[in-house]
């Protein structure tokens, strides 16, 4: 069979659409032959009776007829479609008798139907379309005073059935009938296609996501269990997060008891504590942070984006952590939440921190765009820890022994992107360092201007580092002296992918 | 203690410490209530604990309490409901617990007129300080936050003390650290006079400078770096430094 998997239609429509049609097919076929059979067969039937009785009456009629009279009325019945002759003696034509297919059938019969004739001979040339259109009848019969008389029919077809008429009609209607079914089967196929549509926006993670409760009732229904089982797996997020909520929610109470606790002991032994109690705060904190998603509950306001790193990079050198504050142009204000942006900016410079060296910020206002680039020079991140480095819980190997960390700073960094219209880029390269490019829509003047562009890549992209001429427009100028890289975190979640020089993260 | 001897100077503002005041401190989770009952006695102040807000109501009507230190996560009635009640019945000020990490609550709680708010797993020093801060506020005379002035423009600038929030002349948000704030704070409310470095840091006392202890002027010079860059103003800038006495804040002030 041609069947094979590649020619078999894919497509729910084709497959009803070939189904049907071999269906119909069969079904027509089928019902034109045995249409054909019936109707040939009766008109057989029909054409045979009509020849009898034409005959017979022929026959009787001259039986009838006084002698004299015979050959007259013969001559006077003849025509081009009946030849009527009378004699005495026996017909010697040269097709009589031996020519033709004889019609025992036919003879029996009219020597039944008339008494008064015998020796009844009928034959006709084999016709084209069976017994229904007989040829060249010619019939013979002795009277019952051994006269003879001669029928001829040059042509015998009382039933004139029109098979071909019959067959362009079927077509035609064949053919409406496929037309219906290809739009039925199309029709049919497209709420289903459209659920698919609808199915693939699904996000169960963010509620209001459903899929509309139309088309056939299968469809309905379809839907109806596809919006429930997403239900169900939003509640069971939602169980999770709140779990992982409540637990680090619970957390904060004993960390705040043991700060008042630590207060009371002398400075040598109090402050390691303090130290370690800070990071498990910020840990717990992060992993709040990661489950709002980044966004605090706060509104969007105009932000300006220099001054906010300007205070993360305050913050770290109050507590004697050096970061390099490069150009931090005043103009890069965005319309964000100032919070969730100071958070990854935050989660930026402390991975830097923790696992580089040499950190530096800068923050560079491009007419739609304000970029927040943050580098070091270190270890970078080994390439094919790369690609997964913004998932959640994900940290590389070298994150993990050098302690500290969530495992959730991209993450809720790449969230709060995502949140603004903006991207995350990570950059690294092994032995030289990390670049992480953060970036979100400018806040445009209100007089107007540029209109506010938003990223039409995907909200993630990274490089790898085995092709150090690739990202051609931000790291080489700050990658010239040399940076190390850094090792960042992120989670298990998404298969591992390999990585690519400019692979698009599909987050 | 240290700032004892700073109350001599020509500084209105009475001394900075809480000895003596009374602190109520309504929190349910008993443990950490008598941690901070113990935190706040070694620190001077008279400290008393309330489970929820019966008992709050009970001795704000028996004992003078100077500040309410108040946790929002409460059995029974929340401390956002509390607040409000204590904000509309007198002039007590409230200081908000909050274990919330969001800033919603933060700003809730501040609209409901408390005087400031502590996210919970907070420092014991920054606790302390923060309390003196409202402490001081309160008694230099000025009504608790509720009927207090709330928006400050100066040049362009309008600082917001109830959310704490700096709004540029071209209208967005500049961030403060909290250091930034308290000495923005300190100018703003005494304009065009010279304020020496001991008064700003007096004035910047609930903000214990980091680790290091950051000099006032790399306080004052990074206060200055973010109101120039934004304002686009070539001058000399708002602050200016007054060799050998202290720093001005040159603009005028008006509040709304």
Known sequence: ???????????????????????????????????????????ERATEEFLVQRLATLFDMMAVLPQTERARVAATMSGPETVL????????????????????????????????????????????????????????????????????????????AEQGAMHAWAAAIGLVLLATVGWTARSLSAPVTSLAAAVALLDAERDGTSVPVEGPREVR????????????????????????????????????????????????????????????????????????????????????????????????????????????????????????????????????????????????????????????????????????VTEPFFRGDRARTAGGGSGLGLATALAVAEDHGGSLRVWSEAGRGTLVTLRLPRRQAIAGGVARSRRPASPLTFWSNRTPSKPAADPPAHHADGNGGSAFSSSPRRSHRAPTPTGNHPT | MEHKQRAGDQYEEPPLSGEGRHVLVVEDDEEFRKLLLSLLRRNGFRANGARDGMEMRRLLATAAVDVVLLDVMLPGQSGFELCREIVEAGRVPVVLLTALVGTSDRVVGLEL????????????????????????????????????????????????????????????????????????????????RVLSRDQLLDAARNRPFGGLDRSMDVQVSRLRAKLDAEADTGDAGLIKTIRGSGYIMVADVEWA
Request: proline content about 6%.
């Open chain 2, 113 to 192: 007129g408390a005087d400031d708010y502590i996210t919970k797993p907070a420092e014991p020093r920054e606790l302390v300080a923060r309390l003196r801060a409202v402490l001081r506020r309160v008694g230099a005379g000025r009504q608790p936050a509720a009927a207090q002035r709330e928006v400050a423009r100066f040049a362009g600038w309008s600082l917001d003390c109830r959310r704490r929030r700096l709004v540029s002349p071209r209208e967005s948000v500049v961030d403060l650290t909290s250091g930034e704030y308290d000495l923005l704070l300190a100018f703003v409310e005494r304009p065009q």
């Open chain 1, 85 to 160: 002759r009378w004699q005495q003696d026996p017909f010697a034509e040269r097709r009589w008798p031996g020519d033709g297919n004889a019609l025992p059938r036919v003879e029996r019969k009219v020597a039944s139907h008339v008494g008064r004739v015998a020796d009844v001979r009928a034959t006709s040339m084999p016709a084209v379309g069976g017994l229904a259109e007989l040829q060249d009848v010619n019939a013979v019969a002795r009277l019952e005073d051994g006269s003879w008389v001669w029928v001829g029919l040059p042509a015998f077809r009382p039933l004139m």
């Open chain 1, 221 to 388: 229904a379809l839907a109806t269990a596809l919006n429930a089982m997403v239900a169900r797996t939003r509640d069971a997020f939602r169980q999770r997060t709140l779990a992982i909520g409540a637990l680090s929610h619970d957390l904060m109470s004993p960390i705040g008891r043991l700060k008042l606790r630590a207060d009371v002991l002398p400075d040598a032994d109090r402050e390691p504590i303090r130290r370690d109690l800070a990071e498990m705060e910020t840990m717990v904190d992060d992993v709040l942070a990661y489950l709002r998603g980044g966004r605090e509950g706060e509104r969007a306001e105009p932000v300006s984006v220099a001054a906010l790193v300007r205070t993360v990079v305050s913050d770290c050198l109050d507590a004697g952590q050096m970061v390099e504050e490069r150009g931090l142009d005043p103009d890069a204000e965005v319309e964000g939440r100032r919070v969730a942006i100071k958070r990854a900016v935050t989660n930026l410079v402390g991975n830097a921190l923790r696992h580089g060296s040499d950190p530096w910020v800068e923050v560079v206002a491009e007419p739609a765009e304000v970029i927040v680039r943050v580098g070091d020079r270190g270890p970078g991140i080994p390439a094919e820890d790369l690609p997964r």
């Open chain 1, 1 to 43: 069979m041609g069947l094979n998997a590649m020619r078999f239609p894919q497509s729910f429509a084709a497959r009803t659409l070939a189904y049907l049609f071999a269906g119909f097919g069969v079904l027509f076929v089928g019902m034109v032959v045995v249409h054909d059979v019936l109707l040939r067969r009766a008109a």
